[in-house]
């Protein structure tokens, strides 16, 4: 058991969300994640008519923007905006014999909520419509756009007095299963234990719950360790949006004795279930955005 303790704590994640030591680069998934929970059910992307384009070169530089913020996990769509859509108003002019897009974020009541210039572009290649050069455009101008909606979900979320920005997450348990030994109970009473803190609560119910979490557990025969037979043992931890989504998950993986867990888990339990607990409670700000910097109304952010 004792063996155990000291390499039960590296985590890999599924979702690869920011974590404390050991981990730093919440790398590109995290980042797109970060942008999951904005405000438009749908953005519309509209075809541009003031874009110093053809109409068809307008179209494609529309569809084009569309599949660059599908990529930043934007649910983005290239059509005519319609009631309730949030959608970028497009449109072009010249600069110093180079053409430069601009975008503007709308409201579904039609008031502009951010702007951007997108880095300037050849104008021959523009004026001739050249696909490339406008999915270049699109490409380049998404992650700001991305940035931009984060923004402006996290204002809403800090105008909103029961959003978790002002509130503990509500965080049902659903418990573990899988584990040998006493390592269901052991690791579901640890868990509950190490998981609340000033912005997390746990409860023991789904009603009313932000997310829900259930741990999993996998073992199975293979491998050795120090020429004696070894297991290989899988702890994830599935963090649940309430409409069932996935929002991230935390897998701690390692090779143990053979059967070292069959019985009591002891403390191997206790420092699981706190690693896993920062886990969560990681991916929960991340997926919420709790942290994000509010986009202020009154000034909207232009990238020059």
Not at 4 to 9: A, D, E, G, W
Not at 104 to 131: F, H, L, N, Q
Not at 150 to 165: F, N, R, Y
Request: with cysteine; hydrophobic share 40%; proline share 8%.
């Amino acid at each position: 058991m004792r063996r155990f303790l000291p390499v039960l704590l590296p985590l890999c994640l599924a979702g690869c969300f920011d974590m404390p030591h050991p981990f730093s680069d919440p790398g590109q998934q995290a980042r797109q994640l970060a942008t999951a929970n904005l405000p438009p059910a749908r953005l519309a992307v509209p075809t541009p008519a003031d874009s110093l384009l053809s109409d068809d070169a307008a179209q494609l530089w529309a569809h084009a923007l569309a599949e660059a913020m599908v990529a930043q996990s934007v649910p983005a769509i290239a059509q005519p905006k319609k009631p309730g859509d949030w959608w970028v108003k497009m449109s072009a002019h010249t600069h110093n014999g180079s053409v430069i897009p601009h975008y503007v974020i709308m409201t579904p009541d039609g008031k502009a909520r951010a702007e951007s210039d997108g880095p300037a572009v050849d104008m021959a290649g523009w004026s001739a419509g050249d696909a490339m050069a406008l999915k270049g455009a699109a490409t380049q101008e998404a992650p700001e756009l991305a940035n931009l909606l984060t923004g402006i979900q996290a204002d809403m979320m800090q105008q909103d007095q029961h959003s978790l920005m002002h509130r503990a997450a509500r965080i049902y348990f659903a418990g573990v299963s899988g584990a040998p030994g006493d390592g269901d109970k052991s690791l579901a009473r640890a868990f509950y234990s190490s998981l609340p803190d000033a912005t997390n609560s746990v409860q023991t119910e789904p009603k009313g719950a932000d997310f829900t979490v259930r741990g999993v557990v996998k073992i199975a025969d293979g491998g050795s360790l120090d020429g004696k037979p070894a297991q290989h043992i899988e702890i994830a931890w599935h963090v649940l949006t309430p409409d069932g989504k996935e929002a991230g998950a935390a897998t701690q993986l390692h090779d143990i004795p053979a059967h070292s867990l069959d019985s009591a888990w002891g403390d191997t339990a206790i420092m699981a279930a706190e690693e896993a607990a920062g886990a969560v409670r990681t991916i929960v700000t991340n997926y919420s955005g709790r942290e994000h910097t509010p986009l202020p109304v009154a000034n909207p952010t232009t990238k020059k």
